[in-house]
Each structure stands twice: as C-alpha cells, then as structure tokens.
C-alpha cells in the first residue's frame, strides 16, 4: 500500500461526506405556521379527512355535506367505488387540504365539513343495547379508536362528557375510521346522574378497574349493559365507581396489568359479545 494513500477505511468514510441530520426545520416551520393560521368553524361543524371517514360519510344518507374538497386522484377512486357525494365537490391540490388539517394529518386527499348526526337520548336508547361510558377520556387518538372498536361490535352508542372530552371531529373521526357514522355519541353534562338513569332503566353498568373485585368473564352479565371506561392513569372517578353495579378487571396473564383503554375496550366487547350476544331478529 502506499504510504499516501490512506487506509481503506478512511476512504470510505472520506466518499461518504458529512452526515446529514434529518431536516425538522421545514417540518416544525410548516406546523407552526399551521397552528398560526389554523382555519376556524362553527361549533357545531363536524371535520372529516382521510378516505375511510370521508367515504363512509358520502355512504351515510343522513350526513349533510357543508363542503368537499378532494384531489383528482381521489375524486376518481371515489367514482371507482361507486360513491357519488351529495354535494358538488371542489377540486384541489393535496397542499390545499395540507393547509387546512395540518402537514402530519394524513387525508389522502378527501376533506369535508359536514353537519353532526343526531343522537338519542338516555331515555330513547334501546332496552337491548350494549353501551360504552367514557369518564373523562380526553386523547382522541384513544377515543377515535374506542369509536372504532364500537362500530365492529354494535355497541348502540357511546356516552361521554361535554367537558374533558374530545370533540367528534378532525383526528378523532380519522382514529374512528367511518365509525362515526354508526356509533352515536351522547353527550351528558354529568356523568354519575347519566349512570344512575340508565340503571333506573335497567342497564346493568360495569366499571372496569384494574383492580376490580372480579374477573370480566366472572360476572353474570345481561343485556342492557354499558361497560364504564376510565381515563389511563386516573381510572375511574370515586362517583363513577359508586353507579357501577360492578366493578371489574380483565384477568392479564402477563407481568403487566393494564392496557391502553382503547385496547381494553375491544377486549372487553369481545368477552361481552360472548357472554351476552344480540338476539337474533
């Protein structure tokens, strides 16, 4: 080798150049620019982006559009899947609906501003229903999620707070993939006074607590039921815990006992839709 030359590893690191660190610069510029120019809506408009709930809306005939925006590529998989929206649609460019949802929001081109769904009340629910309660789970990523869950088990609807909740729109309806559209969501003002109807009105309630008296599949379930979720780490409030006819743990043969509550909610359905399966019309 000649004394010049330097050695092969040096070569190699000498071809490669300086390393380069991932640019976040233009990232956190394109979010704070976003969050600076955030469009505002009604209180009451409902935002939906991304294919799955953006196309389960267009499916639901008692979804009022407001807008739709969508690219070229989208509005033809729209026409690929037979899906004719009940509103003339704009065309856009993807940097378009990026401005309004933000540059991590994956929307695949569908954005719409739609009306919110009706929902029933406490007293018109059905008598045969399985129900979820939400004690004050605020992250929509999990809350979207449990919508989700809810919707591939028929859970006839959902019962959550109007304050430390999330609202049923942009990142939540994304999380809930289209469930919106077949789950409700009923809001209440008080959490514990919802519970103590539904009881009077013969749902049995069932908290789940990571350190409930009983295993889920140990408790003699019925239908109306509603399963009582609480937040991660606070679990559910003293009050709440009060309205439960039970209180109960899922039986987790691991060294770790608890479960992100989204998680827990679909297992949970799944030992409900064991124990007590709808009755066939």
């Known amino acids: 080798m000649s004394a010049n030359r330097p050695p092969p590893h040096h ?35 409902v ?58 929001a994956v929307h695949q081109g569908l954005y719409a501003e739609v009306e919110p769904l009706d929902a ?5 629910m059905p008598q045969d229903g399985v129900f979820l309660v939400l ?10 999620a449990i919508v989700r869950t809810a919707a591939a088990f028929g859970v006839s609807a959902i019962i ?5 909740s999330p609202a049923a729109t942009g990142v939540l309806a994304k999380s809930a993939s289209g469930g919106l559209e077949y789950v409700p969501i009923v809001t209440v003002r008080n959490l514990a006074g919802a519970l103590q109807t539904m009881s009077e009105r013969g749902v049995m309630c069932i ?26 780490g606070k679990g559910l409030r003293q009050l709440t815990r009060q309205r439960c006819q039970a209180l109960a743990r899922l039986d987790m043969p691991g060294r770790i006992k608890s479960l992100n ?21």
């Not at 992250?139 to 979207?144: E, R, S, Y």
């Not at 908290?207 to 991660?232: F, I, N």
């Open 135 to 144: 004690d004050q789970i605020t992250d929509p990523h999990n809350v979207g």
């Open 47 to 104: 935002v939906l982006y991304g294919w799955r709930p953006v196309a389960e809306a267009i499916a639901n005939s008692g979804r009022t559009f407001l807008r739709l925006l969508v690219t070229e590529n989208a509005q033809r998989r729209l026409q690929e899947a037979g899906l004719t929206p009940a509103i003339t649609a704009e065309i856009v460019r993807p940097e378009q609906i990026d401005r309004l949802v933000g540059p991590d």
């Open 207 to 232: 908290g789940l607590d990571s350190e409930g008296d009983s295993v889920l599949e140990d408790v003699p379930m019925r239908r109306p039921l509603a399963l009582v979720l609480g937040a991660e």
């Open 160 to 164: 959550t707070t109007a304050r430390h």
């Open 261 to 281: 509550v989204s998680n827990a909610a679909a297992i949970s359905l799944y030992a409900v839709a064991r124990a007590c399966p709808p009755v066939a019309e």
């Open 120 to 124: 029933p009340t406490l007293e018109s």
């Open 11 to 45: 070569r190699n690191q000498a071809s490669r150049g300086p390393r380069r660190r991932p640019d976040h610069a233009r990232r956190e510029a394109a979010r704070a620019e976003w969050k600076a120019n955030r469009p505002e809506h009604a209180e009451d408009t």
